[in-house]
């Protein structure tokens, strides 16, 4: 099948469903306060584009999403290369990493908010907790699989620790920390979404979808919100995905592997 | 160098391999054991309320679910009627997500024209952070267990969903060609062919779906409205500062979510173990 026609279909299928929303509603098959029209749905949220407001919730949630994914990028990247690369080391950590890894980090949210407050500081915390996981996990996995004949090569001609670290293993690690940094992406937007739900007050995307839920005949509101928040999510994962294939064209299926295997945990 | 040499290397490091797994099994709990004997140390010499020592919790917690009657297995009233609720939650709404999630996968993936019609639809779901979809479900089911399967569940069958159907898709053409020319019918040929060479797949996915549940799980039992749960347990304790009780449940869920991994993978050894084909 061709580029084009995929294209087509996956089109047809979002108008499809765009339908079927809209006559179940319009048909008054669910009560219109559960389910609104599609069409109304979609205004909605293109409405809320022009809305300085919203926008400065977005903003204020993705300013926490940037420093908190930053932040465990700037942990997870060399506590990973540490890790991977000095065996000792992993061993003593691995137990403390298992302990702590399976733990959901949005249960962290009550304990983090008594600490913290319920700002910025909140979100970026239980982000930098979660995201760091993925990213570190990856980071191991990838030093792993670096290819041992070329760092043998390598060291046969004189290079010490540093320089192989540098020129074999970082290289080849990297599609797989930009693997986990787009799983981390994602786990820090449900974060970011799910402090600011629980808050309730303050400014953020996951703040309006928990106000306008509380107001009456707010479903409308809360769907433009669901509908940004994918959108969000969409742009974030197609721009690191852009982003991994400009930077690395090899093995993608390697990247794949890692994420399906090390992409667990948020 | 060649190839071989490097193979050889590593033959000859078996043993020692061998050696230093069993050393690093001793050394990991002796960490952690020092780690959390630091951590009590500094605890008690600090005497914060907000980290309280981990002999204190672990006993906190002890007398708070599992210092029960024997006739209830030693679980305490408190552990019936909070632990309970939400495992049988969180495990409605997985195998409700687990179920939908292989059927449609399989039903999807198995031919291009409709993976190629639903993928678009079935990404943006994906993108959609779970937790911006929980007050859509308070508003039409109401606060309460139904609302609470329902976000599991509808959270957590995207990633089966999909892997599934990548999995389907990714069936070897030419084992299609044969299944055809011994005349498998559709059932067969979702029996010997097409869940066996998603089953790695599927699995991917149930991981993620499975720490997804919880984490839902957990999530909808924050909000205000639910009467019980392990997440009641902490908002609840939050609202009293009872920090020792917030410590308890955190470490209660984070037991939880290891043994529901452990479980999940050894399924998985199991299943792809023995029925993969070549």
């Given amino acids: ?266 | 160098m060649s190839r071989d040499g490097a193979v050889a290397v590593r033959g000859g490091g078996v043993r020692q391999v061998g050696r230093v797994a069993v050393g690093g099994v001793l050394l990991r709990w002796v960490v952690l054991a020092v780690a959390v004997g630091c951590w009590e140390v500094a605890a008690r010499a600090h005497d914060s309320v907000y980290f309280p020592p981990p002999g204190r919790i672990a006993h906190h917690a002890y007398e708070l679910w599992f210092s029960g009657p024997v006739r209830h297995a030693f679980f305490t009233d408190a552990a019936v009627d909070n632990i309970g609720p939400s495992l049988g939650r969180m495990a409605a709404g997985f195998v409700i997500a687990a179920v939908a999630g292989i059927a449609l996968g399989v039903a999807v993936g198995r031919s291009r024209r409709t993976y190629a019609l639903c993928n678009p639809v079935l990404q943006f779901a994906r993108a959609v952070p779970p937790p911006a979809l929980v007050p859509v479900f308070v508003v039409v089911l109401d606060f309460g267990t139904q609302m609470q399967v329902a976000s599991i569940a509808f959270s957590a069958v995207w990633p089966v969903l999909i892997n599934t159907a990548e999995g389907a898709r990714n069936t070897d053409p030419l084992r299609l060609d044969v299944a055809a020319v011994l005349r498998l019918n559709a059932v067969e040929r979702l029996r010997f062919l097409l869940l066996p060479s998603a089953l790695p797949r599927i699995f991917a996915g149930l991981r993620l779906s499975l720490s997804l549940s919880l984490i839902l799980m957990v999530f909808s039992e924050l909000l205000p409205g639910t009467a019980n749960g392990i997440g009641f347990t902490l908002t609840d304790a939050q609202s009293r500062s009872d920090l020792l009780t917030v410590w308890a449940a955190l470490v209660l869920l984070g037991a939880l979510g290891y043994l529901l991994n452990t479980g999940l993978l050894a399924v998985e050894k199991r299943l792809i173990g023995k029925g993969r084909p070549i």
């Fill in chain 1, 1 to 266: 099948m061709k580029r084009r026609q995929e294209l087509g279909l996956g089109l047809l299928g979002v108008l499809l469903v765009f339908g079927v929303c809209e006559a179940v509603s319009r048909a008054g098959i669910v009560r219109r306060s559960y389910l609104p029209p599609a069409s109304e749905v979609l205004s909605r949220a293109l409405e809320l584009a022009g809305d300085s407001v919203f926008l400065d919730g977005i903003g204020a949630t993705l300013r926490a999403w940037v420093f908190g994914l930053g932040l465990a990028c700037a942990i997870a990247v060399p506590l990973g290369l540490l890790l991977g690369s000095v065996p000792l080391v992993d061993a003593a950590v691995r137990a403390i990493v298992e302990f702590l890894r399976p733990l959901p980090s949005v249960a962290l949210i009550p304990l983090v908010s008594l600490l913290l407050g319920s700002g910025t500081e909140t979100k970026v915390a239980l982000i930098t907790y979660a995201c760091v996981w993925p990213i570190l996990f990856n980071t191991i996995y990838g030093l792993g699989e670096t290819d041992p004949l070329a760092k043998d090569t390598l060291r046969a001609f004189g290079f010490g620790r540093l320089a192989v670290l540098l020129r074999v293993e970082l290289p080849g690690t990297a599609p797989f920390i930009a693997a986990g940094i787009r799983i981390s992406a994602a786990v820090a937007l449900i974060l970011a979404v799910a402090t600011e739900i629980l808050a309730g007050f303050g400014e953020g995307l996951g703040i309006f979808i928990a106000q306008a839920s509380l107001s009456t005949d707010g479903t409308r509101d809360v769907l433009a919100g669901v509908v940004w928040a994918g959108a969000l999510g969409l742009v974030i994962n197609g721009v690191l995905v852009w982003g991994e294939r400009r930077l690395f064209p090899w093995t993608p299926e390697q990247r794949e592997r890692a994420a399906a295997h090390r992409g667990r945990g948020v």
